[in-house]
């Protein structure tokens, strides 16, 4: 833009930093964050930066960096919370993530649907269920931010992990209702959670639902499909879903051979 004579927005210009720290590292980005003019150093940009850092799970940079904003005074929002407490996740310090939420609600910073979905998985590393149901009904009772299928996606995993298959299948039900849109992805998880409770039945219908909704089904569509279905020990069903993906597929995705392929070698083995 520059090149071209057109003047960057400070949105334009966080967008640049994360880029560059994608393709050049964090240090070029921290460099380009701190030649920005001072009026270009507002939350968004200074956002960036804090969510390359944690990316990159940097967790002293990135509370420095989140406290320097608090005594600017920038405007917050949950993103630069959201960034860190993945972080937590990721670092494996899910216990900490209680202590950003109680910081958000009394900063009087709304909680979005990932914050949400985010502290229901650091409730879930450490065993707290219970917490996990308090947090779902703590959003209904909020009102202003609805649930949607990834909320049901994230409480049916977590339901799964912890052997409560008879609950994961509720919430996948509620999964459905929730895919109004028809999304692709929210199929995709619905087939791998329904085989992951070991409901065979549960898995083909919605591979129907999908077909329906998607007739030229995506390669990755067929790779979660067969996968799930060797993973419950159809290998009929995954041999016959693979001979119907090759003969309809444009481009050979080698993936979903090598799926089956796997099925084989443990078989033998």
Known sequence: MAERGMNK????QAIHLDLIA???GIDAAESYFIDL???SKNHLTYGALLNCYCKELM???????LENMKDLKLELASM?????????????????IPAIILEMKACDIMLDSFSYNIWMRGLAAVGDISGVERV???MKRDGRVAGDWTTYSNLASIYVDAGLLEKAEKALKELEKRNAHRDLSAFQFLITLY????????VYRVWRSLRLAFPKTANISYLNMIQAL???????????CFREWESLCSTYDIRVANVLIGAYVRKVC
Do not use: F, H, W
């Open 9 to 12: 927005t400070v949105s334009d």
């Open 230 to 240: 060797v993973n419950l020990k159809d290998l009929p069903g995954a041999e016959k």
């Open 59 to 65: 967790a002293e940079k990135a509370e420095a960096l």
């Open 80 to 96: 630069p919370y959201n960034s860190l407490m993945t972080l937590y996740i990721k670092t494996g310090q899910p216990e900490r």
């Open 37 to 39: 003019p001072e009026t």
């Open 195 to 202: 085989g992951r409770t070991g409901n065979l039945l549960e």
């Open 22 to 24: 994608k393709a050049r």
């Open 136 to 138: 779902v009904d703590e």
